[in-house]
T-cell receptor, first 115, second 115 residues
């Protein structure tokens, strides 16, 4: 079982719609979670981090964390063609772990926003 | 705004050559990382460092080596390049936040082709 799992997609949504990207993680000790956006041929760019249960909003992006269900999601409102990219979910190792600071990345979900 | 730089951005080199990929950051981050990523594939951690004179191997076995003599500089060296080393190499850095996982900021990457 992969430690951070994402559906590879592609997820296709029309322009203006809400895109919902999902991620599950296996280590209950993880306390920090991150969403990265990666355009084809480019490096990952951090777009959201979340540490507490609930929602965190930043512009058109909302990250949601449910530690009981070990589930993280990213909502993109009013999706634009420029949002078309691969979105990587990452979880931090538990505090006190010898791997502290390191991130476990999922395989990424490809989002296609159609005009 | 993350300030992390990688040179060269693109490198085409013949088999058997020694190469060094440069990575520098101006944020004063203690932690630095090297990832390898093939097109459309997952990120794989190959090396990391938690500070000067600290280097560790990552989750993916790599024939490369790294050094960390200065906080801001984390070069990666391949003593004898082979076609199997063809890939994109991504450098990242992070600051300790005490949450188990840190926000990592990526450089633009070096795309290496070994002929």
């Amino acid at each position: 079982q992969k430690e951070v799992e994402q559906n590879s997609g592609p997820l296709s949504v029309p322009e203006g719609a809400i895109a919902s990207l999902n991620c599950t993680y296996s280590d209950r000790g993880s306390q920090s979670f991150f969403w990265y956006r990666q355009y084809s041929g480019k490096s990952p760019e951090l777009i959201m981090s979340i540490y507490s249960n609930g929602d965190k909003e930043d512009g058109r992006f909302t990250a949601q964390l449910n530690k009981a269900s070990q589930y993280v999601s990213l909502l993109i409102r009013d999706s634009q063609p420029s949002d078309s990219a691969t979105y990587l979910c990452a979880a931090g190792y538990p505090m006190g772990s010898s791997n502290t600071g390191k991130l476990i990345f999922g395989q990424g979900t490809t989002l296609q926003v159609k005009p | 705004e993350a300030d992390i730089y990688q040179t060269p951005r693109y490198l085409v080199i013949g088999t058997g050559k020694k190469i060094t990929l440069e990575c520098s950051q101006t944020m004063g981050h203690d932690k630095m990382y090297w990832y390898q990523q093939d097109p459309g594939m997952e990120l794989h951690l190959i090396h990391y460092s938690y500070g000067v004179n600290s280097t560790e191997k990552g989750d993916l076995s790599s024939e490369s080596t790294v050094s960390r003599i200065r906080t801001e500089h984390f070069p990666l060296t391949l003593e004898s390049a082979r076609p199997s080393h063809t890939s994109q190499y991504l450098c990242a850095s992070s600051e300790y936040r005490g949450t188990g996982g840190d926000e990592q900021y990526f450089g633009p990457g070096t795309r290496l082709t070994v002929t």
